[in-house]
């Protein structure tokens, strides 16, 4: 027995000292991490005096701290998280204890003015975050001393009122993101000390009218994300980069050749193209640009259906809220193309031609489709999700699904249908089918046809009702009752 208790004790002891004693009293130590976050404290909680940390990063965030006094961080940090605090002093030793190992520090939404002088400890610093904050004062010496080690830096509605000129001192920064801020003009040497380094680029909700000219030096950007300004040209793009990923939704953009000109260069490179809520009046003529797997260019204005080129890797499209009023040519010829997205345009037909055999996700919500006849959709079709709500629909043929046997979910929920399809009993894969919001849908013996396939599946989700039963009930209980 005593033995048993010994080593008990002894594995305890093991594992308290393996793992390390928490610093502070108030929080929980687990892994890597020290979880303070949400415990309404309203000041650093003190040091457990002696205790030798072991752990690397401090999440303090969701609390009502408002100053970080000198020796209340641990050494050893590497990361700390103050977000959700309304911190507005920091006393100018505070992060010595941790000073050459902390690499990464954020504070979202708290009450910083000034860019602290406790960086000035910081000598291995690589990544920082302030968003939400009323930084006034752009204490320069210490963006100096922190831009040596920098090489993410993330500002998102901290009162910039102008072009950051400081950025110059920042000749490692691989990653930039300056949202939310008042930036014009930008200079046309804005970024000549980051030619070689930046390589993603993120200025969004910034009013930007146009791409700014010191772009184009970037020889290393693969990312460039100018989101929600109002740009109405794409220009300016640095032709000597390889560009991966190029954001340019909510703005302005309605000329379509000179878009797809200014991307050549990227032809072999983009990937990803974000066009979603702008003016573009056609799809662009894009079947150069070769590496290019997901396109939005939903909510512009586009109603020709044979207008544009893609290339065939494509394959996520999004052409939902346009004017589209059939299914654009384009798509039948995207051979890789898994999931379309074509929702809230005026469609009034699916024809067999339309869509590509292997496309397992079809989004046709809201539009003008008012029958699904036997050809709708092709053989072996791989569709596995099939979203048809909000259409006119008032007749689907009797084989209309026999070409959809991997089908797992259909909705024709707010549609004209007066009777449950008995097309259904071809679905032999489906799990959930919406019927829902459909005054108009009755349930009757006509139907009874369909209580064989109801009841092999038993875990089918089933929604909507027919006159005062639920369509479930009706399969399951009701139909039963209907003589053959
Ligand atoms: C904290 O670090 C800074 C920069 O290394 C140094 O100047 C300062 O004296 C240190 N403060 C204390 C209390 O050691
Ligand atoms: C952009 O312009 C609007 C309207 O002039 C203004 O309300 C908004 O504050 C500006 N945004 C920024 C980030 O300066
Ligand atoms: C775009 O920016 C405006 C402010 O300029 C903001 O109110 C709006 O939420 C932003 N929209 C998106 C989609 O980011
Ligand atoms: C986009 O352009 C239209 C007119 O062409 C204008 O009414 C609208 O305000 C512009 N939107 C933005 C976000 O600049
Ligand atoms: C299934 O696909 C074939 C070949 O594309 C087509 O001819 C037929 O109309 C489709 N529908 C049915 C119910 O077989
Ligand atoms: C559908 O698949 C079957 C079996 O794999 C094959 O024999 C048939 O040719 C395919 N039909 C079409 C139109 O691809
Ligand atoms: C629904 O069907 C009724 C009766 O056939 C028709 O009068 C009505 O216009 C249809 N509604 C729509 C949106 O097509």
Known sequence: MTTVITTGLAFLLTVSLTMGDCPYQECVCRNKDIKCQNQGLDKMPPLIAGSVNTYQVLMIQNNRITSIPDKSIPSGLTEIDFG???????????????????????????????????FLSLTKLTSLTIKNSPLQNWNLDVLKHIGASLRELTLNNVGLRSWPAWIANFPSLTDLSLSNSQLTPIPDTAFNMLTSSLKRLTIVSANLTSIPRALTVLSNLV?????????????????????????????????????????????ASLTYLYLHFNQLLVIPQLDHMTSLLIIHLDNNKISDPASGLLPSKVINLQLSANNFQAIPNVVRQLNKLTSLFISDNSIQEIRLIDLPVQLSHL????????????????????????????????????????????????????????RVPTALSDLASLNTLDLSQNPRLICTCQEAGLVAWFQARPNLNVLGTCGDDSVHDFFTNLATQCRR
Do not use: M
């Not at 902390?102 to 000034?114: A, D, V």
């Not at 990312?223 to 000597?240: A, F, M, R």
């Not at 053989?379 to 099939?386: G, P, Y």
């Open 84 to 118: 959700n605090n309304p911190i507005s002093d920091i006393a100018p030793s505070a992060f010595n204890n941790s000073g050459s190992t902390l690499e990464t520090l954020s504070f979202t939404n708290t009450r910083l003015t000034q860019i602290p002088d406790a």
């Open 223 to 267: 990312s460039l994300d100018l989101s929600n300004n109002s740009i109405t040209e794409v220009e300016n793009l640095p032709s000597q980069s390889k560009l991966e990923s190029l954001s340019l939704g909510f703005n302005n953009v309605s000329d379509g050749p000179k878009l797809v000109n200014e991307l050549s260069p990227h032809a």
């Open 363 to 418: 989004d046709i919500q809201n539009n003008a489709v008012k029958t699904l006849q036997d050809n709708t959709f092709p053989a072996n079709s791989s569709l596995r999700t099939l979203y048809l709500s909000r259409n006119p629909l008032a007749s689907i043929s009797n084989s209309a699904f026999k070409n959809l046997s991997g089908l797992d979910t259909l909705t024709l929920g707010n549609t004209n249908l007066t």
